[in-house]
């Protein structure tokens, strides 16, 4: 097997020859490099979500601990709470985009005050859906128990371009950044959010098992790695058709 390396690489293979224009190989590097970056990504996608399930899977039958008792736990994802205060529903935050189904909505959150704690925690209370009019905010009732359990979740932290306007009440918000939620409500909020339990009273629709929260399940992030996978292997094989030629039509 002879190589050679000018404007096209050229290897001999008895009777044929597979020269690749240089231009193609770095394009076929370039498309292989791509769908395998998609094809593993579609894979830690899916281990991610099989980590949600399980986490929830394990936690979902244990009995909610006391509040004092879960802020010792090193690991409070998913965790059940019972927590003794009140709530104060002047301050009320509503994430929009949420989607149930094809009917977009808010989740609706609202402050709930721990006895002796100088904190204060975001509670969503479920899912509502918009109105007609999309500017129009949802009006919410006010929440009244004064012991209320539910599953311990820590928000996304995904990137928006735009910030809300946390001047009006309620807030209306893309996403929940902690930080600047608790500077607008003028109060120290804990770093994580209780999803209120569907038996709690003061609540609306809610679905936190995993089928309802993670979208895509792990199984279909392996079918479609399983595609990105196929097409970078489609790419050289039509890499190494297209370029393979017999010898006498080659010029020298």
Request: aromatic share 10%; net charge neutral; charged share 20%.
């Amino acid at each position: 097997m002879a190589v050679g390396l000018a404007k096209e690489l050229r290897v001999s293979l008895g009777s044929r020859v597979w020269s690749p224009p240089v231009w193609a190989l770095l394009l076929a590097f370039a498309g292989v490099l791509f769908f395998c970056r998609l094809g593993v990504w579609q894979l830690d996608r899916a281990v991610e979500k099989e980590v949600m399930i399980a986490s929830y899977a394990a936690h979902a039958s244990q009995p909610a601990m006391a509040l004092p008792d879960l802020l010792q736990q090193k690991q409070i994802e998913d965790r059940r709470v019972h927590i003794d205060g009140h709530w104060d529903n002047s301050k009320l935050v509503l994430l929009e985009n949420q989607m149930r189904g094809p009917q977009a909505g808010f989740h609706v959150y609202t402050a709930f005050v721990p006895l002796n704690s100088p904190l204060a925690i975001l509670v969503n209370r479920g899912w509502v859906p918009v109105g007609a009019d999309i500017q129009k905010l949802p009006s919410v009732p006010p929440a009244q128990a004064t012991q209320i359990s539910g599953s311990v979740a820590f928000p996304s932290n995904f990137f928006t371009v735009a910030e809300p306007d946390y001047s009006q009440q309620p807030l209306r918000v893309a996403r929940l950044d902690m930080v600047s939620l608790a500077r607008a409500v003028g109060t120290e909020l804990y770093p994580f959010v209780l999803r209120l339990d569907a038996i709690e009273p003061d609540g609306f629709v809610r679905e936190w098992t995993p089928a309802a929260r993670i979208g895509m399940a792990p199984e279909k992030h392996r079918a479609y790695a399983f595609q990105w996978f196929s097409l970078a292997l489609a790419v050289l094989v039509v890499l190494v058709l297209v370029n393979l030629r017999n010898k006498d039509d080659i010029e020298v």
